[in-house]
């Protein structure tokens, strides 16, 4: 069984039977989130091949709106680790790359030119600067998890972000959206099990759910007897009781997002 399917099933659940396949499509099914590493260097030549994999993404009206850092100076690691939290931010163990959303470069052709800057401090262009930042991190993660490296996302890096934008002298127009480490896995956790997929996919209109605890009973009983990677020895909350109880209790939920982007110049209106 391979890994979709294992998210799939569950008590009522249904795994699909067909599945078009090749290795990019293994690789994405077997994706597990790695937060241990050995200190074994991932090397120059691969960081740059994933930092082109990343600036060839695709991106919304060709505008080019993400800026990758590739942090290696301790010092700057450990203040994005402040920010973060996150006891594997800090250190030598994995590489640290860091996803802005960037409208300053576009605002500094704009300025050269005469042009009104006011367009870019409109909501929309800021969304369309994160999902170019989101589409090249996940193309990095793709790459980085096909060559056998592992991969931990860190939206955590929002925790504080005016830390994060001191530390990396990000310019006026530009915010940094989150992190990633990579680097060679020292854990092999469990597959995590995702919501089924008739609660996530549907064809042409919204799934139709007239009770989502019951419908999510069957899920709730698997995740319960999933063992969280960062305590062996602990079984997860079901999903149901973390969406009651966790969203707006973490550091980077609490920080003050809109007030940091305003004074960055970005989502004004």
């Given amino acids: 069984m391979d890994a979709q399917q294992q998210s799939d099933r569950g008590p009522g659940r249904v795994a699909p039977t067909t599945f078009a396949e090749n290795e990019t499509i293994?690789?994405?099914?077997?994706?597990?989130?790695?937060?241990?590493?050995t200190p074994d260097p991932v090397g120059e030549e691969v960081v740059r091949s994933l930092?082109?994999?990343?600036?060839?993404?695709?991106?919304?009206?060709?505008?080019?709106?993400?800026t990758v850092l590739w942090v290696r100076d301790p010092v700057l690691r450990h203040e994005v680790y402040r920010s973060s939290g996150q006891p594997y931010v800090d250190?030598?163990?994995?590489?640290?790359?860091?996803?802005?959303?960037?409208?300053?470069?576009?605002a500094c052709i704009r300025e050269e030119a005469g042009e009104d800057l006011e367009p870019l401090g409109r909501t929309t262009?800021?969304?369309?600067?994160?999902?170019?930042?989101?589409?090249?991190?996940?193309?990095t993660v793709v790459a980085a998890e096909s060559l056998g490296l592992g991969t931990v996302?860190?939206?955590?890096?929002?925790?504080?972000?005016r830390r994060v934008i001191r530390a990396l002298r990000l310019p006026r127009h530009t915010f940094p959206?989150?992190?990633?480490?990579?680097?060679?896995?020292?854990?092999?956790?469990?597959?995590k099990p995702r919501l089924p997929a008739d609660l996530t996919t549907a064809v042409d209109t919204y799934p139709e759910v007239e009770d989502w605890g019951?419908?999510?009973a069957g899920y709730d009983a698997t995740v319960q007897t999933y063992y969280d990677l960062?305590?062996?020895?602990?079984?997860?909350?079901?999903?149901?009781?973390?969406?009651?109880?966790?969203p707006g209790t973490g550091r980077a939920e609490q920080a003050p997002v809109l007030e940091v982007l305003h004074e960055q110049g970005l989502a004004l209106g």
């Fill in 51 to 66: 930092l082109d994999v990343a600036r060839h993404a695709p991106t919304s009206s060709f505008y080019q709106q993400t």
């Fill in 230 to 246: 960062r305590d062996a020895n602990r079984r997860v909350d079901s999903f149901t009781h973390q969406i009651r109880t966790k």
């Fill in 214 to 216: 019951a419908a999510l």
């Fill in 153 to 161: 996302y860190l939206g955590s890096i929002g925790g504080d972000p």
């Fill in 177 to 191: 959206l989150l992190g990633l480490l990579v680097g060679h896995p020292d854990q092999e956790p469990q597959f």
């Fill in 125 to 139: 262009l800021f969304l369309e600067g994160v999902e170019d930042a989101v589409i090249a991190a996940q193309n």
């Fill in 91 to 106: 250190g030598t163990r994995g590489e640290l790359l860091v996803f802005v959303v960037d409208l300053h470069r576009n």
């Fill in 26 to 37: 293994r690789t994405q099914l077997a994706h597990r989130t790695i937060r241990a590493f």
